[in-house]
């Protein structure tokens, strides 16, 4: 019985990695890559960064959005705008996915980021994630913000964010905040401190 679910488990993962090479082709090897093997160099780490980064902003195309909104009358529940959003989810589980084993083996980069895309390729993830998965990721996240690797306002937006995906509203302060004071008190709303 182990076997058969072995096996059946890598029957799995052939069919979903065939799957996200045709949804992706052009982020095939990318999605496929043994990150455990071929990122020796910082160089390496910051190329991989920057593409994990052009494949979630890749997902996205308010333009593509747009006409298809346009040619079904602004219908969003028209086959083939949920085929776009499907995709777009699809791409975000994938990056997810990604992101996390990025993480899990090696850590929030604390190396010197020297471009935007590489700084914002786990925030970009996170950002694009429901609240259970950016849970699932803000512990890397934090640890990195309070060793400075992050910015407070790129964390502030990441909470903001969270905020609105855990209650489905913005965060609004009754009081001026400095950015210190936005996070800890959206820290302390989402019960989120480690």
Known sequence: MKYVC?????????CTESKNENLFPQY???????????????????????TLFEFDQSLRDPEVKIELLKKHNFDTKSVEYQQYLNKMNQG??????????????????TFDLENYKAQSAVIAVALHQDYKKQRIL?????EAYKSGNIEEKRFSFLL??????????????????????????????LEIEN
Do not use: C, W
Not at 96 to 106: E, G, P, Q, V, W
């Open 6 to 14: 072995s096996i059946f488990f890598l029957f799995l993962i052939s």
């Open 28 to 50: 095939a090897a990318f999605i496929d890559q043994n990150i455990s093997k071929t990122l020796p160099t910082k160089a390496d780490h910051i190329n991989y960064l920057e």
């Open 92 to 109: 975000d589980s994938i990056t997810f996915f990604i992101a996390k084993k990025y993480l899990d083996l090696f850590g929030y980069p």
């Open 138 to 142: 803000f512990p890397f996240i934090y």
């Open 160 to 189: 903001n964010r969270m905020y609105d995906f855990k209650f489905g509203k913005r965060f609004v302060s009754n009081y001026t905040h400095t950015e210190q004071e936005k996070i800890s008190q959206l820290i302390e709303e």
